[in-house]
């Protein structure tokens, strides 16, 4: 039951990076535009996502799927959040903007914890890694 | 470099992924309460004095425009067409207003009242210095409201209280009504 629990976990959480990846690009073009900067200004945005994405493409594919349930659970939980923040950035029409469609300064507001969020997960997910091959390592010898 | 323990790494990512729990419930909670303070609606009655006394003003208005055919009439019918058609009767025929609702009316109130009818068509007309301090009064009171809406809007840590939603429908019923009146001291001098 827990391992079923767990690769659903680790599905949904590839799901929401996804999900919330795009909304932040979105934002980020949609602000690119407005504010008529070049395309350097979504390099901050995009790399932490790359970077995540990389990560849990190589976990797929190097079978290192037992993760730890609690990872695995607050990953989750962190794409879910910044989801949240993206979704009521784009659609939540009680967020008014005086200029724009979307009022970039309540994304603006949360994007240091948005990032702060990412590279955790990725200091985090190399920790993981590490970790998960050294116990192979040692199951192995 | 000496190899982190495997202990040490085990409890470094126990704690790093803690740290993006209470992070991320902390975020969560607050976009839920702000969302839940936002989604605050106002209920519109029929009985409200100023929504019935603006209604009555707009109907005035509408009768002594007959008396006019000159410029001054064109001018007095614009502004009536602006105040009844760009949707501000439609939205306070509804029984609930959001917050968006209420951000759209003093939008509209700025832009296309004030801007439009009192500054292209009104101002000429007016011979009377209280009309000219009034209509500075609603312009103050509409850009009050106007910065009020979008920092509530960015303010996730103070609530938006329940009452203040209704204070500002308040304001910018009285600020339609005032300006109705404004319109009608014009017609009747």
Same mark, same amino acid.
């Given at each position: 039951?827990?391992?079923?629990?767990?690769?659903?976990?680790?599905?949904?959480?590839?799901?929401?990076?996804?999900?919330?990846?795009?909304?932040?690009?979105?934002?980020?073009?949609?602000?690119?535009?407005?504010?008529?900067?070049?395309?350097?200004?979504?390099?901050?945005?995009?790399?932490?996502?790359?970077?995540?994405?990389?990560?849990?493409?190589?976990?797929?594919?190097?079978?290192?799927?037992?993760?730890?349930?609690?990872?695995?659970?607050?990953?989750?939980?962190?794409?879910?959040?910044?989801?949240?923040?993206?979704?009521?950035?784009?659609?939540?029409?009680?967020?008014?903007?005086?200029?724009?469609?979307?009022?970039?300064?309540?994304?603006?507001?949360?994007?240091?914890?948005?990032?702060?969020?990412?590279?955790?997960?990725?200091?985090?997910?190399?920790?993981?890694?590490?970790?998960?091959?050294?116990?192979?390592?040692?199951?192995?010898? | 470099?000496?190899?982190?323990?495997?202990?040490?790494?085990?409890?470094?990512?126990?704690?790093?992924?803690?740290?993006?729990?209470?992070?991320?419930?902390?975020?969560?909670?607050?976009?839920?309460?702000?969302?839940?303070?936002?989604?605050?609606?106002?209920?519109?009655?029929?009985?409200?004095?100023?929504?019935?006394?603006?209604?009555?003003?707009?109907?005035?208005?509408?009768?002594?425009?007959?008396?006019?055919?000159?410029?001054?009439?064109?001018?007095?019918?614009?502004?009536?067409?602006?105040?009844?058609?760009?949707?501000?009767?439609?939205?306070?025929?509804?029984?609930?207003?959001?917050?968006?609702?209420?951000? !759209?009316? &003093? =939008?509209?109130?700025? @832009?296309?009242? $004030? %801007?439009?009818?009192?500054?292209?068509?009104?101002?000429?007309? *007016? +011979?009377? !210095?209280? &009309? =000219?301090?009034?209509? @500075?009064?609603? $312009? %103050?009171?509409?850009?009050?409201?106007?910065?009020?809406?979008? *920092? +509530?809007?960015?303010?996730?840590?103070?609530?938006?209280?329940?009452?203040?939603?209704?204070?500002?429908?308040?304001?910018?019923?009285?600020?339609?009504?005032?300006?109705?009146?404004?319109?009608?001291?014009?017609?009747?001098?």
């Amino acid at each position: 039951m827990l391992k079923f629990i767990n690769k659903v976990f680790f599905y949904l959480k590839i799901i929401f990076l996804l999900i919330a990846f795009s909304f932040a690009l979105y934002i980020a073009f949609m602000k690119m535009d407005f504010t008529s900067s070049n395309m350097l200004t979504i390099l901050p945005v995009f790399i932490p996502f790359f970077i995540l994405l990389i990560l849990f493409v190589f976990d797929l594919f190097l079978d290192w799927k037992d993760y730890n349930l609690y990872c695995n659970a607050v990953s989750t939980l962190s794409f879910i959040t910044i989801t949240i923040i993206t979704l009521r950035t784009v659609f939540d029409k009680n967020i008014v903007a005086s200029s724009s469609l979307i009022n970039f300064g309540f994304y603006d507001m949360q994007e240091g914890i948005i990032k702060a969020l990412l590279y955790l997960m990725i200091i985090g997910n190399i920790g993981l890694l590490i970790y998960q091959k050294r116990k192979k390592v040692k199951i192995h010898s | 470099m000496k190899r982190v323990n495997d202990e040490y790494l085990k409890k470094i990512i126990c704690v790093v992924f803690g740290l993006v729990f209470v992070i991320s419930m902390y975020f969560v909670i607050i976009n839920i309460r702000h969302y839940e303070a936002l989604s605050q609606k106002v209920t519109v009655s029929d009985a409200d004095t100023s929504y019935i006394k603006f209604k009555e003003n707009i109907s005035h208005v509408e009768n002594k425009l007959n008396h006019y055919s000159d410029s001054k009439g064109t001018s007095l019918q614009r502004t009536l067409n602006v105040l009844k058609n760009g949707g501000v009767f439609h939205l306070l025929s509804h029984t609930e207003l959001s917050y968006y609702d209420l951000y !759209k009316l &003093n =939008d509209y109130f700025m @832009n296309n009242v $004030i %801007n439009d009818c009192w500054v292209s068509n009104l101002k000429g007309l *007016n +011979n009377n !210095k209280t &009309n =000219d301090q009034l209509v @500075n009064a609603l $312009i %103050n009171n509409s850009t009050y409201l106007d910065n009020h809406f979008i *920092n +509530n809007s960015l303010t996730l840590y103070d609530s938006y209280s329940e009452n203040s939603i209704q204070n500002d429908y308040e304001m910018i019923l009285n600020n339609y009504l005032s300006f109705s009146d404004v319109l009608l001291s014009i017609i009747e001098s």
